[in-house]
């Protein structure tokens, strides 16, 4: 790899990771504040819970973009245990056990839970969090900061709610210094993302936030008067005088309660909601990243146990990976984990060195970054991509974000993942099986296929498929799919094979039943071309078949085959229904094309699908001999041949020349004839498309030059066909569409000159 490197990182990432850091520590800053007031624990807890988040967990996650630190949505479970265990050292001490719990849900690969969550419950957190942050920034914008930021349940601490605190704000509650910073800074930022020299500048736009709203703080505070704008509008970091002062602001667990049962129970809950929201919200960072990365998701939980444990002995709160943190980090540019770690530096270096200064940076200021980062993750594009993929995905997707705003974070994701089950097992209930109707040669195949998973909630809807099959019904029951038969759906199927079909006269076939359900595959039914179908069989009826093939080919809706029986049935003896004369192009296997299987067709291939005395011999066996009904010229769009043989004319030269090869020259004469001469003469002068164009019609013209070449010198096949006993019809295959288009069955000769036979 060509870029600098510094034990195996890529110095090219450098400034960005450290922007992004910049970004995101100027972010966290409040918010460790505003969720341990929140919480109802010292304001130092919160900070020190950002520097674990960013340097402890950060060095240890396998995140390039998640970002840990207090969180949210686990404010009302601390302040819960804080008053169930009497003191904050006694919840330190279940912080502690909470971590050692998810460092073992690590070890056991519980991460792996997070495959699980819908993708409609993850981009709904997505969105809600983008609501919730423009929602709840819009006071702290204008300077109404009576809520501390970082609090995102829709029930606040102050008595008020989300649409209330706003209301607030209309009815006059407003700081016009900090008004004026925040809005400038909103307008700052909008301006910072829309003029490209800026945005790709190396000074990220949140930092130039900062810089104007405390350069404003200290331009009214000098002006004085009503606008300056005062302490509680600013960020507040406990201030210590001395290092042994910051000392003080420790706490530390009280291992005193080692024996109190109530610990323990505030352990498991810790541990169970914090692995939760850290597996969610690192599903949903894993989706913001445009380099499309995947986290390990144990390995964070074992990050996580760690960092909590580290929090739990020197009195931070709980960590997890936070959303809002991850997203800003995500927007801000982040390549890899150095910028979470780095975050987490500043973090410790403005607590320990340069409170007083962190002091002058206005809440509003901040607020603005939060803000402008809650539209790009709640984007109206979000919402259309939401609707165009149908309801079962709009739905769920919009009672997750709304329980998640008109609650808080946890309650919100519960009701979104109940929800989606409710959603699934609707599902379930309703489509256990596909039900196909497959048109065999050998005749007409009901296709049963099983869901991934079928349990007995799926028994009434599988007893309705079979009771509603017709009598005499082949019926093929394919499990390929499936990982999971519940014990009653085998019963039911068992039963049905053994007794219930047969006495109604069905051939029940089994597919794909794994060796435990003792259900062993069993093909009854005959999909291969019979003597009896072929001898009752029209030659209408044969291209009706190669119609129907084709379409289910170009469709997708190929036919249910085994192989393995059709080598079996057709072992002592064939009876094709056609023979068809078809261009050795790699891109056009017959049988594959026209959705047949092995016995259904004579394959003769030959470049340029021309016609000479060997292939027509073969085409006479199978026509006189064998008794098939239909021949079928086969060429295609783009053909090799066809386009070798139109430079030749157009350059004036021959294969042998060209090519070395003596016995190409015999396929280039047969398809000479159906070059159009004058319009080859103006390949030179034609765009791509139009030489392409007029390639394809050439080998539309081979194909019908071949059809009558096989009626004109073949006695035996022109009387058959006169008789109405056999048909010569031709197709062109596009090999970009892998549609045929069939060629109108045609006795009059071709306007071009026939060569000799070859």
């Not at 501390?148 to 009815?171: A, C, Y």
């Not at 539209?375 to 165009?388: D, E």
């Not at 199927?493 to 060796?515: C, H, T, W, Y």
């Amino acid at each position: 790899m060509s870029d600098a490197r510094l034990s195996g990182y890529p110095l090219t990432y450098l400034p960005r990771d450290l922007t992004a850091g910049l970004v995101v520590f100027l972010v966290a800053l409040p918010l460790c504040l505003g969720i341990a007031l929140a919480s109802g624990a010292p304001l130092f807890s919160g900070l020190v819970s950002g520097i674990i988040g960013g340097i402890v967990v950060g060095s240890i996650s396998g995140s390039s973009t998640s970002v840990s630190g207090p969180a949210a949505g686990l404010t009302a479970i601390v302040i819960a245990q804080i008053a169930a265990l009497g003191s904050f050292e006694a919840f330190l001490l279940a912080v502690m056990l909470g971590g050692v719990i998810q460092i073992v849900l690590g070890i056991v690969k519980a991460g792996s839970l997070s495959a699980f969550f819908p993708s409609s419950v993850i981009k709904g957190l997505l969105a809600a969090i983008g609501v919730i942050l423009i929602l709840k920034q819009i006071p702290h914008v204008v300077g109404h900061d009576s809520d501390p930021e970082g609090e995102m349940s829709f029930t606040q601490p102050d008595k008020q709610n989300t649409f209330s605190e706003i209301l607030t704000v209309f009815e006059g509650d407003i700081h016009y210094g900090a008004a004026v910073v925040g809005l400038s800074s909103i307008a700052l930022l909008v301006l910072w993302g829309r003029i490209k020299m800026l945005k790709n500048s190396v000074i990220p736009g949140p930092l130039m936030v900062v810089l104007l709203g405390v350069s404003l703080h200290i331009l009214f505070q000098r002006t004085g008067g009503p606008w300056a704008i005062e302490a509680s509008h600013l960020v507040q970091i406990p201030v210590a005088e001395t290092a042994g002062d910051l000392l003080t602001f420790l706490k530390f667990p009280d291992f005193t309660q080692w024996a109190n049962p109530a610990i323990y129970v505030a352990a498991a809950t810790i541990a169970i909601v914090a692995s939760l929201e850290t597996l969610l919200n690192l599903e949903a960072v894993d989706k913001l990243d445009p380099e499309n990365r995947n986290s390990p998701s144990s390995r964070e939980l074992i990050a996580q146990g760690v960092g909590n444990v580290t929090a739990g002995m020197i009195g931070g709160l709980p960590v997890t990976s936070v959303i809002v943190r991850g997203s800003v980090n995500v927007n801000a540019g982040a390549k890899t984990k150095v910028s979470c770690i780095f975050h987490g530096v500043l973090l410790l270096i403005s607590v320990a060195l340069i409170p007083v200064y962190m002091n002058m940076i206005p809440l509003a200021a901040l607020a603005a970054i939060l803000l402008v980062t809650g539209f790009k993750l709640a984007s109206p594009a979000l919402f259309r991509q939401m609707w165009s993929e149908g309801r079962y995905q709009f739905l769920p997707f919009m009672i997750t974000l709304l329980s998640i705003v008109f609650t808080d974070l946890l309650i919100g994701i519960l009701i979104g993942l109940g929800v989606s089950l409710l959603f699934i097992l609707n599902s379930s209930l309703r489509q256990p099986i596909r039900r196909i109707v497959e048109t065999h040669a050998g005749g007409d195949v009901l296709h049963v296929e099983l869901a991934n998973q079928v349990s007995f909630l799926n028994r009434a809807a599988l007893d309705t498929v079979f009771n509603d099959a017709p009598p005499g019904t082949n019926m093929l029951i394919d499990a390929s799919g499936t990982d999971y038969i519940d014990p009653d759906i085998l019963s039911l199927i068992q039963e049905f094979k053994d007794k219930i079909g047969p006495a109604r006269g069905m051939k029940v076939s089994l597919r794909g039943f794994r060796k435990k359900y003792q259900l062993n595959d069993e093909i009854q039914f005959a999909d291969y071309s019979t003597r009896e179908l072929k001898d009752r069989i029209t030659p209408d009826q044969v291209l009706q078949i190669l119609r129907e093939g084709n379409e289910r080919f170009y469709t997708g809706n190929r036919l249910s085959r085994d192989l393995g029986h059709q080598v079996n049935a057709t072992a002592g003896e064939q009876n094709p229904l056609a023979v068809v004369l078809s261009c050795i192009d790699s891109r056009v296997p017959a049988e594959l094309v026209l959705d047949l299987g092995i016995g259904d067709i004579f394959s003769v291939r030959v470049a340029g699908n021309v016609i000479g005395n060997k292939s027509l011999g073969s085409i006479e066996y199978g026509v006189a001999v064998v008794g098939v009904k239909l021949v079928l010229v086969l060429g295609h769009t783009r053909c090799g041949a066809v386009t070798s043989t139109v430079e030749l004319m157009c350059e004036d030269d021959n294969a042998l020349k060209v090519t070395g090869c003596s016995h190409l020259e015999s396929i280039v004469n047969e398809i000479v004839p159906c070059v159009d001469e004058e319009t080859c003469s103006e390949i030179p002068r034609m765009s791509q498309d139009e030489k392409e164009r007029f390639i394809d019609e050439t080998a539309r013209r081979n194909v019908c030059r071949s059809v009558y070449e096989i009626k004109a010198r073949s006695e035996v096949i022109r009387d058959l066909v006169d008789a109405g006993k056999v048909m010569v019809v031709g197709a062109l295959y596009d090999v970009k569409s892998g549609k045929m288009e069939f060629l109108t069955d045609s006795s009059d000769e071709p306007e071009y000159e026939q060569t000799p036979q070859a």
